[in-house]
């Protein structure tokens, strides 16, 4: 069975600092990985997704994620954060099942950046 | 192009009481979900459709029932709301042609009371 972990449940940057937020996952084949981005009473938006190919995957907003087969990790980082960075990060390991895929996510990161 | 549409936004039930969330997708996807949030939780799914005309259970299904009306709509009923089904709902929609990546809607509040 599939899993992911977010060992960080809440983290605090200064605005203009690096962040960096970590993933582990288990999944015994090449695994589909994403990042998802959820402001306070707000749905998920996508940041980023891993398929295959290039390791080192760009988002939206300046976010990128390096997946590490070795490490079975999938860390999202960002250069300069930027207060309206804070939210809920959730990453998620996915498989196909038939037409649809099926998620499953971790518990969440909760940045707050102070100015 | 609205994406993912739920309604309603809030809802307060009493135990007991049922209730129908809906949820539409206007980018021709094929599959579409429903998960809950609950704090510390992350996201799980409920049940899942495949495709028009095909449903499944996710990993916690019990105390919901699905329907998908048509490509475009997939509602979730609870029959007998319960205050451990308290939580945010999530739908989704994905498609093979966009990778399967999953777009989400802005979620429905439910609290039972």
């Known amino acids: 069975a599939q899993s992911v972990t977010q060992p960080d449940i809440h983290i605090t940057v200064s605005e203009g600092a690096s962040l960096e937020l970590r993933c582990n996952y288990s999944y015994g084949a090449t695994p589909y990985l994403f990042w998802y981005v959820q402001s306070p009473g707000q749905g998920l938006q996508l940041l980023l997704k891993y398929f295959s190919g290039d390791t080192l995957v760009q988002g939206i907003k300046g976010f990128e994620a390096e997946f590490k087969r070795s490490q079975s990790s999938f860390n999202l980082r960002k250069p300069s954060v930027h207060w309206s960075d804070a939210a809920e990060y959730f990453c998620?390991?996915?498989?196909?099942?038939?037409?649809?895929?099926?998620?499953?996510f971790g518990t969440g990161t909760r940045l707050q950046v102070t100015l | 192009n609205a994406g993912v549409t739920q309604t309603p936004k809030f809802q307060v039930l009493k135990t007991g009481q049922s209730m129908t969330l809906q949820c539409a997708q206007d980018?021709?996807?094929?599959?579409m979900y429903w998960y809950r949030q609950d704090p510390g939780m992350g996201l799980r799914l409920i049940y899942y459709?495949?495709?028009?005309?095909?449903?499944d259970k996710g990993e916690v299904p019990n105390g919901y029932n699905v329907s998908r009306l048509n490509k475009r709509e997939f509602s979730l009923r609870l029959e007998s709301a319960a205050p451990s089904q308290t939580s945010v709902y999530f739908c989704?929609?994905?498609?093979?042609?966009?990778?399967?990546?999953?777009?989400f809607g802005p979620g429905t509040r439910l609290t039972v009371l």
């Open positions: 980018m021709n996807h094929n599959s």
């Open positions: 459709s495949a495709s028009e005309g095909t449903t």
């Open positions: 998620a390991v996915g498989r196909q099942s038939g037409t649809a895929s099926k998620l499953t």
């Open positions: 989704a929609s994905s498609d093979k042609l966009s990778w399967n990546t999953q777009y």
